[in-house]
């Protein structure tokens, strides 16, 4: 694990940074992961690739592909971004599994573009959130959280406790021991889910509550803590008395609704 303790600004971790779909958005035919091309039926043929020089707002503007047509090892991934680049907002349908879809790798993926898009927000953190001014990982007064990144879990500043969950959470969820494969995982490693859903879920409740005016100007753009909550009330993969975060009750959704 690469310690980020010493760096002033936030390296994320390199799987999930120059992840294949998130840097050119590919197409899920194994034609289109190497020339980032698709050929339609009696159609033209569709570029699915950011050409180099390509303008942030014209970044992933080609037309949806139905998931059934998704035929790569990374077609949940390349799913699970087209939903969300459709509508953030619309959190159940994002995390509306296709039928036929396997359940663990379904929730394997949205784990890890989870913790993709955390690192946004610990961007943005890094503008307030200092060693010197939060030196504990804290949510609410009653909560202190300790870093599990050292020999010894001990606290940590807010900001290094989060680089080191992101990083952790990156290196379990690329291990090849435990998740070798993007199709298939085994029942021994999905129990890890959980562990790594409460860990990154204390980056939320840090932002809520100690940096609230960053916290919703994220949320407002991403609803990126709306569907994490969702997500692991839907998989139960925590407990309700750890969702501290006030999110669902905000807009009038209750638990059992989710």
């Avoid at 995390?95 to 955390?118: G, N, S, T």
């Avoid at 202190?144 to 500043?157: D, G, N, S, Y």
Wanted: glycine share 4%.
């Amino acid at each position: 694990m690469v310690s980020l303790l010493s760096t002033p600004t936030l390296q994320y971790p390199r799987s999930f940074y120059f992840d294949p779909i998130e840097r050119e958005c590919q197409s899920g035919s194994a034609t289109t992961a190497t020339t980032g091309k698709m050929k339609m039926a009696d159609g033209p043929t569709i570029i699915r690739r950011n050409r180099p020089g390509t303008a942030a707002k014209d970044f992933c503007r080609w037309p949806d592909e139905p998931f059934e047509e998704m035929d790569s090892t990374l077609a949940v991934q390349q799913y699970i971004q087209q939903m969300i680049r459709k509508d953030p907002s619309n959190v159940d349908l994002i995390l509306k599994m296709p039928e036929a879809q396997d359940e663990a790798v379904w929730k394997y993926e949205h784990l890890r573009q989870f913790c993709m898009e955390l690192n946004g927000l610990t961007v943005r953190l890094q503008a307030e959130c200092h060693p010197d001014t939060c030196t504990q990982m804290t949510a609410t007064e009653q909560w202190i959280f300790l870093c599990a990144a050292h020999k010894t879990p001990k606290e940590c500043p807010a900001i290094d406790y989060t680089r080191h969950t992101l990083d952790g959470a990156a290196c379990l969820l690329n291990s090849n021991k435990y998740f070798p494969s993007r199709v298939s995982i085994k029942e021994s490693s999905v129990a890890k889910l959980g562990s790594v859903s409460r860990r990154v879920y204390r980056i939320f409740s840090h932002a809520y509550y100690h940096h609230r005016t960053i916290f919703d100007e994220f949320e407002n753009e991403t609803f990126l803590c709306h569907r994490f909550t969702a997500f692991v009330i839907k998989y139960s993969l925590m407990s309700k008395e750890n969702l501290i975060v006030p999110i669902m009750e905000e807009d009038g959704t209750t638990e059992s609704e989710a």
